[in-house]
């Protein structure tokens, strides 16, 4: 079946790593994303990483892939407040993308 | 020049009327798609459109069509609204596998 499954929840204090875990499901996915949303806004990409990868970095961000578990985390370092939104996994399905619930980033000062 | 943009952004309306919102991506995609999200932030597909082909439709109720004039445009038109049908709802586009580029949504109220 299709479920991509995230904690709902994070809460960090400022200049903290935050990591966000997701499990999926589909082991064919060629590709997994990172998407992120502010409040009243729509989803923009953040990362994403190719199948046969097992970590990619890109500035304050670091991608772990772990295909074997069907695993996928996203790491911030030195979180800022302007880093508070939801926070969405997405596997890449038949025509669609399949996102997680969301993780709610909650950055306190 | 927005890539994906929806229109219009907040939609008021009472039960049962009929509504239309509007998708128009310029980013010569072949790949289009309504998402739904409701209250709790859950992200659903609704339609996905492959060169204004429907590719799929996850059991939405016949009350929501959707229309593809062309591959730039997909459009929702539902009719009877219900008071379950509010939400926000997404419009995106894509190439193959790459990233997806969402409008900036419609938050739909029915009342």
């Known amino acids: 079946g299709e479920d991509v499954e995230q904690s709902l929840f994070l809460s960090v204090r400022e200049g903290d790593s935050s990591v966000i875990n997701c499990t999926y499901t589909?082991?064919?996915?060629?590709?997994l994303y990172w998407y992120k949303q502010e409040p009243g806004a729509g989803l923009q990409l953040l990362t994403y990483i190719f199948s046969n990868m097992d970590m990619k970095q890109d500035q304050r961000l670091t991608v772990l892939l772990n295909k074997k578990d069907k695993h996928l985390s996203l790491r911030i370092a030195d979180t800022q407040t302007g880093d508070s939104a939801i926070y969405f996994c997405a596997e890449n399905g038949s025509y669609k993308l399949i996102f997680g619930s969301g993780t709610r980033l909650l950055v306190r000062p | 020049d927005t890539a994906v943009s929806q229109t219009p952004k907040y939609l008021v309306t009472q039960m049962g009327n009929d509504k239309s919102i509007k998708c128009e991506q310029n980013?010569?995609?072949?790949?289009m798609y309504w998402y739904k999200q409701d209250s709790k932030k859950f992200l659903k597909i609704m339609f996905s459109?492959?060169?204004?082909?429907?590719?799929i439709n996850e059991t939405v109720p016949n009350r929501f069509s959707p229309k593809s004039p062309d591959k730039a445009h997909l459009n929702l038109h539902i009719n009877s609204l219900e008071l379950g049908d509010s939400a926000v709802y997404f419009c995106?586009?894509?190439?193959?596998?790459?990233?997806?580029?969402f409008g900036q949504g419609t938050r739909l109220t029915v009342v």
């Open positions: 459109y492959n060169n204004k082909e429907l590719i």
């Open positions: 589909d082991s064919s996915s060629t590709y």
């Open positions: 995106a586009s894509r190439q193959g596998s790459t990233e997806a580029f």
């Open positions: 980013l010569g995609h072949d790949t």
